[in-house]
Nanobody
Framework: EVQLQASGGGLVQTGESLRLSCASIGFAFDGSPVNQYVIGWFRQAPGRGREGVACITYTDGRSNILDSVKGRFTISRDNAKNTVYLAMNSLKLDDTAVYYC????????????????WGQGTQVTVSS
């Protein structure tokens, strides 16, 4: 199974930046290598549901990003390192959440149910 490791979170002040990393390795049950997957970033704030933030394909680099963070967050990938990054700029209090990365074989429904492997999450806390 694909394993993912999210890292890069921390405690920052509003307006500061963080870059999250999602390193992945391994193979899915069907034998698909990780570089054939879509990698997504999700976040979950206390008392709130899980929210999709951004996703990117390893194969062609196509990406999508949540409208509410567009212009501040950027998703990218380094295929050689099997790593996807989420650069977060101009952080706001509402960005505080646990951020998870996940892998999907394909996007079928456009929600978290597409994702078959999840990392442990990394805490992002934005303070004023």
């Amino acid at each position: 199974e694909v394993q993912l490791q999210a890292s890069g979170g921390g405690l920052v002040q509003t307006g500061e930046s963080l870059r999250l990393s999602c390193a992945s390795i391994g193979f899915a049950f069907d034998g698909s290598p990780v570089n054939q997957y879509v990698i997504g970033w999700f976040r979950q704030a206390p008392g709130r549901g899980r929210e999709g933030v951004a996703c990117i394909t390893y194969t062609d680099g196509r990406s999508n990003i949540l409208d509410s963070v567009k212009g501040r967050f950027t998703i990218s990938r380094d295929n050689a390192k099997n790593t996807v990054y989420l650069a977060m700029n101009s952080l706001k209090l509402d960005d505080t959440a646990v951020y998870y990365c996940a892998a999907a074989r394909a996007i079928r429904y456009g929600d978290s149910s597409d994702y078959v492997a999840w990392g442990q999450g990394t805490q992002v806390t934005v303070s004023s």
